[in-house]
């Protein structure tokens, strides 16, 4: 990093890291054989798996820390449904478990780090609260 770069924040890097997620998942719906399962497979995972790169934009953007989680918590749905179509790729030995299984582990580490972050955010707004 030279003089004067700024320093990525941990909320850059995880969007990085969500970015390049939904960019395998992108190459990976390419690679779903063409047959009538594997058409419907990448037509559900292309949209849930690029889904959290705007909503987690959304969520650095968001209004109030409720839109935060809310934002948050779509994120963690759609990696969630992500996860669940690999899983099926899988079962269903439409691709190889070794050509999937890092970005199955992205996924899950992905959701990992969303969910802490919506129970992080919660426990904030709580303690913000003023006792009655």
Same mark, same amino acid.
């Given at each position: 990093m030279? +003089?004067?770069e $700024? =320093?990525?924040?941990?909320?850059?890097?995880?969007s990085? =890291?969500?970015?390049?997620c939904?960019?395998?998942? #992108? +190459?990976?719906?390419?690679?779903?054989?063409?047959? /009538?399962?594997g058409?419907?497979?990448? #037509?559900?995972?292309?949209?849930? #798996?690029?889904?959290?790169?705007?909503?987690y934009?959304?969520?650095?953007?968001? $209004?109030? /820390?409720?839109?935060?989680v809310?934002?948050?918590? &779509?994120?963690?749905?759609?990696?969630r449904?992500?996860r669940?179509?690999? =899983?099926?790729?899988?079962?269903? $030995?439409?691709?190889?478990? +070794?050509k999937?299984?890092?970005?199955?582990?992205?996924c899950?580490?992905?959701? +990992? &780090?969303?969910?802490?972050? &919506?129970?992080?955010?919660?426990?904030a707004?709580?303690k913000?609260?003023?006792? =009655?």
């Amino acid at each position: 990093m030279s +003089k004067g770069e $700024e =320093r990525p924040t941990p909320a850059d890097e995880l969007s990085e =890291r969500i970015l390049d997620c939904a960019a395998r998942i #992108g +190459k990976l719906v390419d690679a779903i054989p063409d047959t /009538r399962l594997g058409r419907h497979i990448a #037509g559900q995972i292309v949209r849930c #798996g690029t889904s959290p790169v705007a909503n987690y934009e959304e969520a650095r953007s968001a $209004e109030s /820390r409720r839109d935060f989680v809310h934002k948050l918590g &779509i994120c963690l749905k759609e990696l969630r449904e992500s996860r669940g179509w690999i =899983r099926l790729l899988i079962r269903t $030995e439409s691709l190889s478990i +070794k050509k999937l299984q890092p970005l199955l582990d992205e996924c899950e580490q992905l959701m +990992k &780090i969303i969910g802490r972050s &919506i129970v992080t955010a919660k426990r904030a707004g709580l303690k913000e609260k003023p006792n =009655r």
